[in-house]
């Protein structure tokens, strides 16, 4: 399985919603319950944070890539869990 990395703030909405989808995604899938994505609320990791290449969030990267970068759908989140899936 590959690394997941997800970028958000807490006070971002559409984060929110995103980890809404993820888990509304988990319990549609068990599959998707062994991925533990790494959480980096910018605002409390700024260095950390400042390394990547993205503006908005939330952002996902699988391993060293970026996959998706602002607002997304369910849809999309399903498809960033079955990329971390793959081998």
Do not use: W
């Amino acid at each position: 399985m590959k690394r997941l990395q997800i970028f958000y703030r807490e006070d971002c909405p559409h984060c929110k919603k995103a980890f809404k989808y993820i888990e509304a995604l988990k319990e549609e899938n068990d599959l998707y319950r062994t991925i533990e994505p790494q959480l980096v609320e910018e605002t409390l990791e700024v260095d950390y944070a400042a390394m990547f290449d993205y503006f908005l969030v939330p952002t996902f990267y699988i391993d060293d890539s970026k996959v998706h970068e602002g607002v997304v759908s369910k849809e999309d989140v399903r498809k960033i869990l079955e990329a971390t899936l793959e081998d």
